[in-house]
């Protein structure tokens, strides 16, 4: 923050402001990314450093904010890269990892196969798209996927990349992949089953 | 007789539901995903709270 102060003063660059603005939000996804505020910083101050630079190439087609995420998305993946490196031994959790998606699972549904929390009919879910509180609701609940979940889920479904892309930059197969993908969906909607559809489907059809 | 393929569980149809995200189903999938969607109203909450997430994670991405 220091250094990006120093370096462009607001009167120096006319967008400083501008893109600034966004930090709150480029901050919270890199933080979904990296689980470390110290890293997800770095990260942060990294691509706005890069986006000030390269303002002039902004061709307006996509929201300044999807643009600054892409910048930051780089700076995540370089960060990951770093650490993946720093922790070479890394890949063998990936076994234990998925046992314990899989006995997630498991006692998400009983000896029969039968949902033990059964999914219910959520109220005029649309509406909550509007509501400040739903989106508090929504973070809430993907930070509290376990940290694996909560990444591969927002790669997938907020950044809408692919899934073998997510798989490789993972490091784990596919199937594997899949099974953490329907974890944190299922892990997801009873999250806000609870705390934000909860009392609106209590007599659900 | 449903051959046994057929008769899927919830466990076995969200996990479907789930994998219908990543990849298309093929007939044999989706055929036995709509046989148990018709008998199972949760499975088809599943199906539309799966739907709603992908969509939230759009509207989210776009700033909320």
């Known amino acids: 923050m220091l250094l990006l102060t120093a370096m462009t003063a607001p009167t120096t660059n006319p967008r400083f402001a501008e893109i600034e603005s966004h930090r709150g939000y480029l901050v919270r996804y890199a933080l979904s990314q990296l689980r470390d505020p110290q890293l997800a910083e770095e990260a942060v101050q990294e691509a706005l450093l890069a986006a000030l630079e390269g303002i002039g190439k902004f061709d307006g087609r996509s929201t300044l904010r999807t643009w600054l995420t892409s910048i930051l998305r780089f700076k995540v993946i370089d960060i990951q890269r770093r650490l993946m490196t720093e922790r070479a031994n890394v890949a063998i959790d990936d076994e234990r990892l998925v046992e314990d998606h899989e006995a997630w699972l498991d006692e998400m549904f009983d000896e029969t196969g039968h949902w033990r929390s059964p999914p219910q009919a959520w109220n005029d879910p649309e509406a909550s798209l509007e509501q400040r509180r739903f989106w508090e609701a929504f973070e809430m609940c993907l930070a509290g996927l376990p940290s694996t979940a909560s990444r591969v889920f927002f790669k997938r479904e907020v950044l809408g990349e692919d899934t073998p892309v997510i798989c490789k930059e993972e490091g784990i197969t596919s199937s594997n992949c899949w099974v953490i993908l329907h974890r944190a969906r299922i892990a997801l909607r009873m999250c806000l089953e609870r705390t934000w559809f909860g009392r609106e489907t209590a007599h659900g059809r | ?64």
Request: a negative charge.
């Open chain 2, 1 to 64: 007789m449903v051959a046994e393929e057929e008769d899927l569980n919830c466990r076995a149809a969200s996990r479907l539901l789930s994998l219908a995200c990543e990849r298309p189903l093929d007939a044999m999938e989706l055929r036995a995903l709509k046989v148990h969607l018709d008998e199972c109203l949760m499975c088809t909450n599943f199906e539309t709270q799966l739907r709603f997430l992908h969509k939230a994670s759009q509207v989210f991405r776009d700033g909320g």
